[in-house]
């Protein structure tokens, strides 16, 4: 027998009489855990491996076995449960610790390698002068151009003081660069930008609620109000935040809530899993006023902060109904570093609000918590999101980055930036057909086919044509847009993410305005 399949059978054997032990020791509870049907499965798991061993030893091939049982014991199972690789776990462990040793880039896939998207101030990848916009297409000598997003950034992250030799392709100046990078401990970053808008309002952008989020909001919400005396109120950007960790989420909104105010609860699929979690402490806001702003990709613990400060008033939330996760995953953690995440309850809000069905195998999105004010984001819309997927932005903002920060304008481009842009996009093939014009051009061919009459088929033709011509001047509908986010990306590049918002998001962008506008209008 190979010593990897006497291990793989060790683990299930000494896991069998583990859970026996347990009954043993349970004293009382030893009835009632012989009563409950799953460990008899264990023991029947347990016997089947014995048996297998005795007659076929070490013909039988065990890791084979044991992967297929794991995947079909886990089919079924919602979608945030499953099997977790080591490699995998130790991502995790970046998210309770805070941070992870790399060299401090955000990036994207992209044919060659990987796209840089934001570069961390002061970063090891800053200190050699890699820039957003700049593809990574080697590390230590291995090209990324075949390898997934996960792989390649693997070979970017490594052990502090560690050295990684990286080759990136900078298309504005149609340049190759090697450098060598210095791995440093890189916390991650909660908060890209907390200040005043225009207004006076305070504004802060949390992007996640992993390890160290409640204390950075904490520590920014301190420092703002030490600067302003009477701010009108607090507009909180959970936009596209994918949540993170339970505990950090009733933390956040334990900042803003009187001590004593539930905020969440948990009911788990055993007595032992139900908990509730109230304030503690004083609203450090004093209650101000507070907008929070959120979308389809609020999610999870991001979910937990709008849902209970909206229940209980305390907040008014803008934008679009949330994504839908009201569950909370355990994690266990075997011998070989790998193991298994599961969903163990799911949370509830103030009035029993639940975003999930009990069952969350078969229901595991929920129906999201919806806006008191909703807003239409315009890059969610076809045409932003169609040039956003193409990259020309980032292109076209690089070749032109000088000229767009020094532009006479205060704030904002004129049209014409939108017009050389368009013009650039059409030279790259850039060719947007809206889903409109797609069905339109189906209702033609349905009519053609279907030997319509002569007068349904020329109005199919009207239809096609007057929807193609809505997208060709989709460029000038979204002339502002576009001007808007090239002076964002030109900013980043220059400056970096602080001044962008500062300068640019804060200033500009149309659903900022309308959470101060409603901060004017009163107390929630």
């Known amino acids: 027998m190979t010593q990897s399949a006497f291990a793989a059978r060790r683990d299930i054997i000494l896991?069998?009489?583990?859970?026996?032990?347990?009954?043993?020791?349970?004293?009382?509870?030893?009835?009632?855990?012989?009563a409950e049907p799953n460990l008899k499965h264990a023991n029947t798991i347990a016997t089947v491996a014995a048996q297998l061993h005795n007659i076929y030893g070490e013909n039988f091939d065990w890791p084979q076995a044991i992967e297929s049982a794991r995947a079909e014991m886990l089919a079924n199972l919602d979608r945030y449960s499953g099997y977790i690789e080591g490699s995998r776990f130790e991502q995790l462990d970046e998210e309770f610790t805070g941070g992870y040793g790399g060299i401090g880039v955000s990036v994207v896939p992209h044919d060659d390698g990987l796209l840089i998207m934001t570069v961390r101030e002061g970063g090891p990848a800053a200190k050699v002068g890699l820039l957003t916009g700049d593809i990574v297409i080697k590390a230590d000598g291995q090209s990324l151009a075949d390898l997934t997003i996960d792989r390649a950034s693997r070979l970017l992250r490594g052990e502090p003081d560690s050295e990684v030799d990286i080759t990136v392709f900078r298309p504005a100046g149609d340049d190759t660069i090697s450098v060598t990078a210095t791995r440093a401990r890189i916390d991650l970053l909660h908060i890209p930008f907390a200040g005043f808008t225009p207004d006076s309002a305070i504004y802060i952008r949390l992007l996640d609620f992993q390890s160290g989020a409640t204390d950075d909001l904490e520590a920014?919400?301190?420092?703002?109000?030490?600067?302003?005396?009477?701010?009108?109120?607090?507009?909180?950007?959970?936009?596209?935040?994918?949540?993170?960790?339970?505990?950090?989420?009733?933390?956040?909104?334990?900042?803003?809530?009187?001590?004593?105010?539930?905020?969440?609860?948990?009911?788990?699929?055993?007595?032992?899993?139900?908990?509730?979690?109230?304030?503690?402490?004083?609203?450090?806001?004093?209650?101000?006023?507070?907008?929070?702003?959120?979308?389809?990709?609020?999610?999870?613990?991001?979910?937990?902060?709008?849902?209970?400060?909206?229940?209980?008033?305390?907040?008014?939330?803008?934008?679009?109904?949330?994504?839908?996760?009201?569950?909370?995953?355990?994690?266990?953690?075997?011998?070989?570093?790998?193991?298994?995440?599961?969903?163990?309850?799911?949370?509830?809000?103030?009035?029993?609000?639940?975003?999930?069905?009990?069952?969350?195998?078969?229901?595991?999105?929920?129906?999201?918590?919806p806006p008191d004010v909703p807003i239409e984001f315009i890059d969610r819309q076809e045409f932003p999101r169609a040039i956003e997927r193409s990259l020309l932005l980032q292109e076209f903002a690089h070749l032109h980055e000088d000229a767009i920060i020094s532009h006479p304008g205060q704030f904002a481009l004129d049209r014409s930036w939108a017009e050389d842009f368009a013009d650039y996009a059409r030279e790259q093939d850039f060719d947007f057909t809206s889903e409109r014009t797609e069905a339109a051009r189906e209702m033609l061919d349905i009519a053609q086919l279907e030997n319509a009459s002569a007068r349904t088929v020329e109005t199919a033709e009207r239809l096609v044509a007057t929807s193609a011509a809505q997208d060709e001047r989709a460029f000038a509908t979204y002339a502002g847009y576009i001007t808007s986010r090239l002076k964002q990306i030109a900013y980043e590049r220059r400056f970096g993410a602080y001044r962008m918002y500062r300068d640019v998001i804060v200033r500009e962008r149309p659903e900022i305005r309308t959470a101060v506008e409603l901060l004017r209008g009163g107390r929630p």
Do not use: C
């Not at 009489?17 to 855990?33: E, K, N, P, S």
């Not at 069905?357 to 999105?365: H, M, Q």
């Open 220 to 369: 920014a919400l301190d420092s703002l109000l030490e600067q302003r005396a009477d701010p009108p109120g607090i507009v909180l950007d959970l936009r596209g935040n994918p949540g993170g960790l339970f505990s950090e989420a009733y933390r956040t909104a334990s900042l803003f809530l009187q001590s004593g105010q539930f905020i969440v609860g948990t009911d788990g699929r055993s007595r032992w899993e139900e908990e509730s979690y109230y304030s503690s402490g004083d609203d450090i806001t004093d209650g101000l006023p507070l907008v929070i702003l959120i979308d389809n990709g609020t999610a999870s613990s991001a979910e937990i902060v709008s849902g209970a400060l909206g229940q209980l008033e305390r907040a008014t939330l803008a934008g679009d109904t949330t994504f839908g996760k009201g569950l909370v995953q355990g994690f266990s953690r075997f011998s070989d570093g790998s193991g298994l995440r599961l969903t163990i309850s799911r949370y509830y809000l103030a009035d029993s609000l639940y975003l999930n069905e009990f069952d969350s195998t078969l229901n595991d999105t929920g129906h999201g918590i």
């Open 15 to 34: 896991s069998a009489i583990f859970m026996m032990l347990l009954i043993l020791l349970a004293g009382g509870m030893g009835i009632y855990v012989l």
